[in-house]
């Protein structure tokens, strides 16, 4: 492979995450983040499921108890975490619950030292630190009152998440990258859809402007999970992660040109922190 390689894939995620999770924003105003969060699962099905049909996967490990229970695990965990991110992109500034809700990375990292015996050395312990001062600048009241609510829907995210992903490891290793994908957005498809008709939450809006959000979202997420993935397979993790983790640039570039958000000095200073300390966390191999 070329090393035109790594960067295209990383790319490739970075865009798509990004413009992805501001198309989810808008159509989240619509008809409010679960229904969002729904569609995005169920329209992230396809994409995956074509490539593990196109590859050689693991199809005989998806009925094996150890990856059935760690599926149904995280597909209660994936669509809580799409739900909150969703709403604090609705309800509080995009600047701030996009790049909180990146330190997913550091969450999963303690948990997977904690619970894997992966060993975490003393400069990503050092970066750590750093992403957590730069989370308590960020949460540093703004020029308005939705930044600070927007705080809590990152870090909630963040949490859910970074729990989420300590599980997939075990679960790419059990029946490749693009199954396991697909099988927790079909049982995340089920358990949300499910949930959401039990209590008549669902809201459904044919319009078409609305109906191109949320398959945009879709398609994008997933499309961002398939380069991230085939690019960790193909190339060196570290040449492709640290771009790939800079997706909420992306997000926050669109919010200062399209909702002409600006944040007080104090925040930006932290989400630069945030983000800078997540791409060198995610360099480090």
Do not use: H
């Not at 808008?26 to 995005?40: F, H, T």
């Not at 894997?116 to 970066?127: N, Q, R, Y």
């Not at 989420?164 to 679960?171: E, I």
């Not at 992660?241 to 200073?269: C, D, H, N, S």
């Amino acid at each position: 492979m070329s090393q035109a390689d790594p960067a295209l894939w990383g790319f490739t995620s970075m865009f798509a995450w990004g413009v992805g999770d501001m198309l989810a924003r808008y159509a989240s105003i619509r008809i409010g983040s679960p229904s969002v969060a729904l569609g995005v699962m169920a329209l992230g099905v396809a994409p995956p499921l074509l490539a593990g049909l196109l590859r050689d996967s693991q199809w005989s490990t998806l009925a094996s108890g150890d990856f059935v229970t760690l599926a149904v695990l995280s597909s209660l965990l994936f669509p809580l975490a799409y739900v909150v991110f969703y709403r604090g992109m609705e309800r509080g500034m995009v600047s701030v619950v996009s790049s909180l809700s990146a330190g997913y990375l550091v969450v999963t990292t303690i948990l997977t030292a904690i619970f894997f015996d992966e060993v975490v050395g003393p400069i990503k312990w050092l970066l750590i630190l750093v992403i957590l001062l730069g989370i308590v600048l960020t949460s540093a009241r703004g020029r308005n009152g939705a930044s600070i609510s927007g705080v809590w829907y990152g870090l909630t995210a963040m949490m859910v998440m970074g729990i989420a992903f300590t599980l997939w490891k075990p679960m790419v290793e059990d029946v490749g990258p693009f199954l396991a994908v697909a099988a927790v957005r079909v049982l995340s498809t089920v358990f949300l859809g499910t949930y959401l008709t039990v209590r008549r939450s669902v809201r459904l809006n044919f319009r078409k402007g609305t109906v191109v959000l949320v398959m945009g979202a879709g398609v994008l997420d997933s499309l961002g999970f398939i380069a991230f993935n085939l690019g960790i397979e193909l190339n060196p993790v570290s040449l492709v992660i640290p771009i790939a983790a800079a997706y909420p640039a992306v997000t926050m570039a669109l919010a200062w040109i399209l909702l002409k958000e600006r944040l007080g000095r104090m925040q930006m200073v932290g989400i630069t922190t945030v983000l800078g300390g997540v791409i060198a966390f995610s360099a480090i191999t």
